[in-house]
């Protein structure tokens, strides 16, 4: 293994978009327990993490923001459309961990990152910044569309990274089939592992008798048919409350003010409030929102991480999903993604989401056995990351 520059007092973790997202919260929280040494967070959002579960747990450093400066966002963009170098932007971004403050190891962080193209570029350019100053760069815990691995400059950015570690197998197998067999590894996500905070639930929450429901402005956007993905949510609730004693537990797990799981989810509760059994939990630290959806009976969501909890809190889960990520984890965890994930985009008819929390129901007890079984292994194999990393900080091979 080559020569790598760079202190080694502490691991860089980047592409943290903050604690806002819970998700991203949740990826930090448990990759920084896991490391053989301390972290440096570099985060979006500062505010975000002192108020979350991060605050305590590593050095947390805000990004310098190019955008909020005209001056310097003109030079930078100047930087990138003139004189050709699109990574100065990048070296002002993560100055307090690049040029002098260089370390060794830095990973990037964020789990769905390159499903989005709005986050290319800069996925690219910092890593071209860490492994052009001599630095290694690993990508952990991603999810990538298998057709991305088929354009020519995201394979020269993949072969930058000293190791990927893939959390789900048709990421997995898409890397193997795109040439980097090699440097790729299947771990799953590190979020697996996050710790369950059981505070005193809300009046009207029976535990272990609740149907945990979360549903985020991400997926409406994503539907084929327009207000198809709340008809289907109003029509499970309705089929809940009238057809079980069970209660239902609406549950945010992203609350940025551009991307706010509240919005959707508050236009339910304001609709069924008043039949008592139907909550609304408020914002909370990623640990906390586990500890309610640990003390559900069946959960439904939209967000990945907030299935992630529930799949490791051993609920049956029903994903509501629209990419790779939620067909790649429900695979590994029951051999097929079918019945386990329905695609947003597939929805056309308001009973859908019904039908498959019936056909749950109706599986309760096996797919309950079944992650009781799996999960044990599953979570032992999601501690490998740190050991990985810790290895390859040593020059040696991660595995």
Same mark, same amino acid.
């Given at each position: 293994?080559?020569?790598?520059?760079?202190?080694?007092?502490?691991?860089?973790?980047?592409?943290?978009?903050?604690?806002?997202?819970?998700?991203?919260?949740?990826?930090?929280?448990?990759?920084?327990?896991?490391?053989?040494? /301390? $972290?440096?967070? *570099? #985060?979006?959002?500062?505010?975000?993490?002192? +108020? %979350?579960?991060?605050?305590?747990? +590593?050095?947390?450093?805000?990004?310098?923001?190019? &955008?909020?400066?005209?001056?310097?966002?003109?030079?930078?963009?100047?930087?990138?459309?003139?004189?050709?170098?699109?990574? +100065?932007?990048?070296?002002?971004?993560?100055?307090?961990?690049?040029? &002098?403050?260089?370390?060794?190891?830095?990973?990037?962080?964020?789990?769905?990152?390159?499903? %989005?193209?709005?986050?290319?570029?800069?996925?690219?350019?910092?890593?071209? @910044?860490?492994?052009?100053?001599? $630095? *290694? #760069?690993?990508?952990?815990?991603?999810?990538?569309?298998?057709?991305?691995?088929?354009?020519?400059?995201?394979?020269?950015?993949?072969?930058? %990274?000293?190791?990927?570690?893939?959390?789900?197998?048709?990421?997995?197998?898409?890397?193997?089939?795109?040439?980097?067999?090699? =440097?790729?590894?299947?771990?799953?996500?590190?979020?697996?592992?996050?710790?369950?905070?059981?505070?005193?639930?809300?009046?009207?929450?029976?535990?272990?008798?609740?149907?945990?429901?979360?549903?985020? /402005?991400?997926?409406?956007?994503?539907?084929?048919?327009?207000?198809?993905?709340?008809?289907?949510?109003?029509?499970?609730?309705?089929?809940?409350?009238? =057809?079980?004693? *069970?209660?239902?537990?609406?549950?945010?797990?992203?609350?940025?003010?551009?991307?706010?799981?509240? #919005?959707? @989810?508050?236009?339910?509760?304001? !609709?069924?409030?008043?039949?008592?059994?139907?909550?609304?939990?408020?914002?909370?630290?990623?640990?906390?929102? =586990?500890?309610?959806?640990?003390?559900?009976?069946?959960?439904?969501?939209?967000? #990945?991480?907030?299935?992630?909890?529930?799949?490791?809190?051993?609920?049956?889960?029903?994903?509501?999903?629209?990419?790779? =990520?939620?067909?790649?984890?429900?695979?590994?965890?029951?051999?097929?993604? !079918?019945? %386990?994930?329905?695609?947003?985009?597939?929805?056309?008819?308001?009973?859908?989401?019904?039908?498959?929390? !019936?056909?749950?129901?109706?599986?309760?007890?096996?797919?309950?056995?079944?992650?009781?079984?799996?999960?044990? +292994?599953?979570?032992?194999?999601?501690?490998?990351?740190?050991? *990985?990393?810790?290895?390859?900080? !040593?020059?040696?091979?991660?595995?």
């Amino acid at each position: 293994m080559r020569r790598y520059q760079g202190k080694t007092d502490k691991i860089v973790l980047y592409m943290h978009a903050g604690s806002g997202n819970h998700g991203c919260e949740a990826i930090a929280n448990t990759i920084v327990q896991m490391l053989p040494k /301390p $972290a440096i967070v *570099m #985060t979006n959002s500062l505010a975000e993490d002192e +108020a %979350y579960s991060l605050k305590g747990k +590593a050095t947390i450093i805000e990004e310098r923001k190019v &955008r909020k400066n005209f001056f310097i966002h003109s030079w930078y963009y100047l930087c990138d459309r003139v004189f050709h170098d699109p990574e +100065a932007a990048f070296r002002y971004r993560f100055r307090e961990v690049c040029g &002098r403050n260089l370390r060794q190891m830095n990973i990037s962080i964020g789990g769905d990152n390159y499903c %989005y193209g709005i986050l290319l570029k800069e996925l690219k350019c910092s890593n071209r @910044l860490f492994t052009g100053q001599g $630095a *290694m #760069t690993v990508l952990l815990g991603c999810s990538i569309e298998p057709e991305l691995l088929s354009e020519p400059d995201i394979i020269e950015d993949m072969k930058r %990274y000293a190791c990927i570690i893939a959390r789900e197998s048709i990421t997995w197998q898409a890397l193997v089939q795109a040439g980097l067999k090699e =440097k790729s590894y299947l771990v799953p996500d590190s979020a697996f592992l996050l710790k369950a905070k059981r505070l005193p639930v809300p009046e009207g929450f029976v535990e272990g008798n609740m149907v945990g429901l979360n549903v985020s /402005p991400m997926v409406v956007e994503r539907e084929s048919s327009p207000g198809i993905t709340m008809e289907n949510y109003r029509s499970l609730i309705r089929h809940i409350l009238e =057809k079980t004693d *069970m209660g239902v537990a609406l549950i945010p797990h992203v609350v940025w003010k551009s991307n706010d799981d509240r #919005t959707v @989810l508050r236009k339910l509760w304001q !609709e069924f409030r008043d039949t008592g059994r139907v909550i609304m939990i408020e914002d909370a630290d990623c640990e906390v929102l =586990k500890g309610y959806i640990a003390r559900c009976r069946f959960f439904i969501g939209a967000r #990945t991480h907030a299935t992630i909890a529930a799949y490791s809190s051993l609920i049956p889960t029903l994903v509501l999903g629209y990419s790779v =990520k939620a067909r790649g984890i429900a695979f590994d965890l029951f051999g097929t993604w !079918e019945n %386990y994930v329905l695609p947003v985009q597939s929805l056309q008819r308001k009973e859908e989401l019904m039908e498959g929390f !019936e056909w749950l129901m109706r599986e309760e007890d096996r797919i309950r056995k079944r992650l009781t079984a799996v999960m044990p +292994a599953y979570l032992e194999r999601a501690r490998q990351a740190g050991r *990985m990393i810790g290895r390859l900080m !040593e020059g040696r091979d991660p595995m």
